[in-house]
């Protein structure tokens, strides 16, 4: 499938997706403001469009940010990766940058706003807006719903509706009046967000009703694969400590990303590597160590096939 650029130069179409360059440009789309930081945006939908049958737009996109979308009073059917489910009310999504996504809402009877009242928030985030974090590996390691081969999304229980969805609006209001502080409260009641549901959502224990054993199967296996210090074992290793057998580990995989073992391996030890090198000054030959590599050349000969530049440029360009 090849990329082609659309009338918008900052907006790249897939055959299947929109590529949205400029998130900007999705805003504009959806009739929304247009963002005010770079690495921190929060909306709710009701203030500013009605979602009826004719808006109900499921065109297929993606984007640079992980993205939170929860909502209320509708249902919504939602396809990540080609992925579909369908959720009740009081749904709420994790989504990862690149992750190319279509949601759809269903009004019980045909029934549209304003018949009955709806609730919608999405925001965007950076890795490097959280306290904690300065990239995509961070992210990933800590919070586990976002892993691409996750649960599309999750009904809010009852019981967490109120403390969630008021949570959310306070960082709403704090963003939207532009009050003092504003992005520090974010940044803040993010973090405690985050921690909340993975605390009271427990993404590790759903995993066994992922869609199907094979989701569970590949969920757990990236997982473990954060876990590893040196990911570059064979599939035996990965499989052995999930209990399975090489080729069904394999079969498991291809099936749920189309992908192999040693692509999704060797996507998790990319970001790793761009990890260590971004977040510290500790010698190349000693991360090419770590990361089980025999000697920097071998460490310098993987990272460029992958990215195109060697360890040391990527270094030095984050840190001009």
Not at 67 to 83: A, F, K, L, Y
Request: with cysteine.
């Amino acid at each position: 499938m090849s990329w082609s650029l659309d009338t918008n130069p900052q907006l790249c179409i897939m055959e299947s997706f929109k590529y949205y360059q400029d998130i900007n440009d999705m805003c504009e789309e959806l009739q929304i403001p247009r963002l005010r930081h770079p690495e921190f945006y929060i909306v709710k939908f009701e203030d500013y469009v009605q979602f009826t049958a004719e808006n109900n737009d499921d065109t297929p996109f993606t984007h640079d940010y992980f993205e939170i979308s929860m909502g209320e009073g509708h249902n919504v059917t939602v396809t990540i990766n080609s992925n579909s489910q369908s959720f009740g009310e009081r749904n709420l999504m994790f989504i990862s940058p690149r992750q190319v996504v279509s949601w759809k809402h269903d009004y019980p009877q045909g029934a549209t706003p304003p018949e009955y009242e709806t609730t919608s928030y999405m925001i965007l985030f950076k890795p490097e807006f959280l306290a904690f974090a300065s990239d995509l590996f961070d992210v990933y390691k800590k919070f586990p719903f976002f892993n691409h081969n996750s649960k599309l999304a999750y009904t809010v229980p009852q019981e967490l509706k109120t403390e969630f969805f008021a949570q959310i609006q306070e960082i709403y209001d704090q963003y939207k009046n532009e009050t003092e502080d504003y992005l520090e409260f974010a940044r803040a009641q993010l973090t405690l967000f985050l921690l909340k549901a993975k605390k009271s959502l427990k993404p590790h224990e759903d995993a066994n009703i992922v869609k199907s054993r094979a989701h569970e199967i590949t969920y757990n296996f990236e997982n473990l694969i954060k876990r590893t210090a040196d990911k570059r074992q064979p599939t035996a290793y990965y499989a052995d400590l999930l209990h399975v057998s090489p080729v069904y580990l394999s079969e498991c995989v291809k099936k749920v990303t189309n992908k192999t073992v040693k692509t999704i391996v060797d996507e998790y030890l990319i970001l790793e590597m761009k990890s260590r090198l971004r977040k510290s000054d500790e010698p190349i030959s000693q991360i090419a160590t770590d990361l089980g590599f025999s000697d920097d050349s071998n460490f310098t000969k993987f990272f460029r096939a992958k990215t195109g530049s060697t360890p040391r440029s990527f270094r030095k360009a984050i840190s001009a």
